[in-house]
């Protein structure tokens, strides 16, 4: 999908939602790019507008929506970072009121919703497209370095995992959706897993998969397991556990020749929560000792980290929408994840 929807910079742009994903992962990049303006903020929480307000100072701070949707004439985007169940609605609302629009992940609940969403986008001939940020951590980007030059020869098994420790029930909108509503790890970090294994290893021919509530009282999965095997032949097996008492690899891929083996997340988020900004002039560095290794046993060799890049995806959302490129995650690929996670939910419910 690709449209040159904004004329000149900066791309007038309203954020909706500034909890975790509003916070962290949207506006500092659009402040960081100066293609962008961040002209509103959703967000009713008076702790949030107070902190929306202190590092956003030039952004008009409105309650809902609709607030926004009223001042659509003076926008050119919206970026929709709000709960799961709310994301297919909102994007319908923006694209009515003739704006580009960048939802979250989970990109729709059913693939029902996320395809009536693209044919809309399509028919106006207007720009959507899906946060798929993982696509653009720094361990992603090695692994697939590698995989591009063939440094692992044929790939037999991928395993790929988001795992950590936490058995207390959190107290987000997240704890109380149901998967109805989008909730559960299935939706919210298998949605990132299963896109990354789509985008190293292709289409998916079978499916087997495990969901589990193991926390008392919760309402939708958070113990996951899901095995996919890929028509190129790759066995892709997926991990999603907020309840890990010990972690296992972030990445463990084993091929005809080599392996390569990562522990350890990305770090962009976790320097982000810090205080970190996108023009830090080390953010996105993982240091040497977090290197992933390559290799055979007793012969394993670190293989320096790409540079994390979340950045990347508003530039290319910049070059799509003043220069006519491609949007920077095409929605249809993020569909086919729906239909994986669609699929599975039918299998094990």
Do not use: C
């Not at 958070?222 to 996919?228: A, E, G, K, Y």
């Not at 508003?314 to 006519?324: C, P, Q």
């Amino acid at each position: 999908m690709s449209s040159t929807h904004v004329s000149d910079a900066p791309i007038r742009t309203g954020l909706i939602g500034f909890g975790t994903s509003g916070r962290l992962f949207h506006s500092p990049f659009i402040d960081a790019n100066p293609e962008f303006s961040l002209d509103l903020i959703v967000t009713k929480d008076p702790a949030r507008r107070e902190l929306a307000g202190e590092r956003h100072p030039q952004a008009r701070l409105v309650d809902g929506p609709d607030d926004l949707f009223a001042e659509a004439a003076n926008l050119d985007l919206v970026v929709i970072g709000s709960p799961s169940a709310t994301h297919v609605p909102l994007a319908h609302a923006a694209l009515d009121a003739g704006l580009a629009v960048v939802v979250d992940k989970p990109f729709a609940v059913t693939s029902r919703d996320g395809r009536a969403l693209i044919e809309k986008a399509n028919r106006l001939g207007l720009p959507l497209t899906v946060f798929q940020n993982r696509r653009w951590d720094g361990d992603f980007l090695t692994l697939k370095s590698l995989l591009d030059a063939g440094r692992l020869g044929t790939v037999r098994r991928f395993e790929s995992r988001f795992e950590w420790w936490k058995p207390e029930q959190s107290k987000s909108w997240k704890a109380a959706a149901t998967i109805r509503e989008g909730g559960g790890v299935l939706f919210d970090l298998g949605a990132h897993l299963i896109d990354q294994a789509l985008v190293l290893f292709g289409p998916v021919d079978d499916i087997y998969a495990e969901t589990l509530t193991r926390r008392p009282g919760g309402t939708a999965d958070d113990d996951t397991f899901v095995s996919l095997h890929h028509g190129s032949g790759v066995r892709s097996h997926l991990w999603m556990n907020g309840i890990a008492a010990q972690v296992g690899p972030r990445f463990h891929v084993l091929g005809s020749e080599s392996g390569y083996t990562k522990w350890g997340l990305d770090g962009q988020e976790e320097a982000l929560k810090a205080g970190a900004r996108p023009t830090d002039p080390g953010f996105g560095v993982d240091d040497e000792s977090t290197w992933g290794v390559l290799g055979l046993d007793g012969d394993l060799t670190p293989v320096p980290a790409e540079r994390g890049s979340y950045v990347s995806f508003y530039t290319g959302l910049a070059d799509a929408l003043l220069r006519g490129a491609p949007v920077p995650v095409d929605p249809e690929e993020s569909l086919k994840v729906i239909s994986i996670i669609e699929r599975i939910n039918l299998l094990t419910h």
